[in-house]
């Protein structure tokens, strides 16, 4: 009985604590936001700024937002500069370059925002601690600067792309391990990394194909900005790895000298101007008046079927789930307000009947006489494309993946494997055949397996009809160009697959275009659906109505008592304590 009551204790002391420190993380969490805010605005008020980004750390395509941190992203960057370039406060920017290699889309947006920040009157200066990877992406994200500095005792390395693909057809052999996939057709690749020793000559010549079609891309960019032939650059860059003497001496950089130095540099450009953070600069409020609205629906990752919110509370969520995204496009086709609707793709695709479930509210949104433009990152292939197809406008970027029309699917059977080590699985099932078709642990019957590639001819079927459909093209010109090809987006312009070559800028200027607008005048972004600050994701977790997030939100009035801040600093402490329509793409490097 003594035990009984020590347990009841226990639980009822459990449950306290529980309580006070989910209360304790809720007021920490809204006072650290508010705080922040509060920094951010205090640190960009100076009357002359200078803007300082570093892109040695990764970013995401799109805001990510999670519970204890935001994703730096390509978007949010892009965003940002364009409220910069409008600051009569900001003079100029200083970069950190990123020495190793980035995306070559990145690389391409980023640029392109260096020059219209350029545009606006303002000054960009960049500073490598030497190009050490040989990839000539890093070297492109900042080819537009008007000065980029290297440091003395680096070195340039940035000489072409290269990637790899592993193989594991010689290890599954060695396992005993029998893959058994179906692919329509001989460019659909991603499962050679299971069926095959090495390159097949489609998946040869299709990657050397891509990779070259984004090296020529970067090349012809970066020659532009140095102000050389592209042969004279490509007979520099050969010689690589260069001194960061010889590079300036080429034309490949411009200054000598220690990061220091070059931000001193861009401090004395600029007159008697304060260095902030981009994370940190709050640009001045624009009001939105009554311009027209345009939804923004972004989605980045493997397309999979779904409503999404599985994920790690704390971080950010990626992952394009069809319920979530058809029922964003459905929101924004309902409300009167919105002209236009923005949707950008970053995903090599996943799933077909998610990729399918999209595709139908795009066209549901079409016969409601709204526009639909896809603007695509990265990589749009596959499910990624299928979902784009029947857009009255593709933007992509010279650098772009996209394409791959195609479908793969099959398994991986083990049962030999599991026999060198003694293990054991033996199937019942009842019912048709094919009720044990995909069995790890038994290859395919004959029947099975027909039963399983006639699937995927329907799959691969209506995929290319819808193609044909929505991109307007004969339906023999697509069954050409399909068979699971990758193609660049510079590759993809000239097939018909895609409209125009360019970034989220060209992308909106499409959108104003198709709503008879002019590219001088204003629209209102609206993101579908309206994306969740970290204290609502918090207040998520617990089941807290929104109600209670717009009361407890203003708890930010204690962050000047003496607990409070008591309470941060403990928190701070705390801190430092101990069938798929996918394509399977190589890191470019």
Known sequence: MKQFFITVAGVVVGFFLLFFITLFLIIAIGVAAALSSNDKNAKSQGNSQVLRIDLRSGMTDQPQVGLFQETPSLLGLVDTLATAQRDERVKGLFIRANPYGMGPVQAEQIRTAIQQFRGAGKFVIAHAQGFEGTSVTSYLSVSAVDELWLQGTASFAATGLATETAFYGGVFEKLKAKPEFEQFYEYKSAANSYTQKTFTEA??????????????????????????????????????????????????????????????????????????????????????????????????????????????????????????????????????????????????????????????????????????????????????????????????????????????????????????????????????????AYSATTSFTESQRAAFRAGMADTYEDFTSKVAAGRNLPIERVLEIAKGRVWTGRQALELGLVDELGGYETAIAKTKELIGLSDSDQILLKRFPAPQSQLEQLFDIFGISAEAVSVLSKLHVLANTDEVKALLKVQQLSEHGPAELEVNLPTVH
């Open 203 to 436: 998946h040869r010549t299709a990657t050397l194909s891509w990779i070259t079609s984004i090296f020529d891309s970067a090349m012809d960019q970066i020659a532009e900005d140095r102000g050389m032939t592209r042969t004279a650059l490509q007979a520099l860059t050969d010689m690589a790895p260069l001194s960061a003497e010889h590079a300036v001496e080429f034309g490949l950089a411009d200054k000598l000298g220690h990061v220091i130095e070059a931000k001193e540099a861009a401090l004395l450009r600029a007159g008697n101007a304060q260095m902030v953070e981009l994370d940190d600069y709050v640009g001045p409020s624009t009001p939105s008046g009554q311009y027209p609205m345009v939804a923004l629906i972004e989605g980045e990752g493997a397309i999979v079927t779904g409503q999404g919110g599985g994920g790690n509370p704390f971080a950010g969520n990626t992952g394009i789930y069809s319920d979530q995204m058809a029922q964003a496009i459905i929101d924004a086709t309902k409300n009167d307000k919105v002209k236009a609707i923005l949707i950008r793709v970053n995903s090599p695709g996943g799933s077909a009947i998610a990729s399918d479930q999209i595709w139908h509210a795009i066209e549901r949104a079409k016969a409601k006489d709204k526009k639909i433009i896809v603007s695509m990152g990265q990589v749009a292939a596959s499910g990624g494309y299928y979902l784009a197809a029947g857009a009255d406008a593709i933007i992509a970027y010279p650098t772009t993946i996209t394409g791959s029309i195609g479908v793969l699917g099959g398994k991986i059977v083990l049962d030999e494997t599991f026999d060198l080590v003694g293990y054991n699985v033996e199937q019942l099932s009842v019912g048709g055949e094919y009720a044990g």
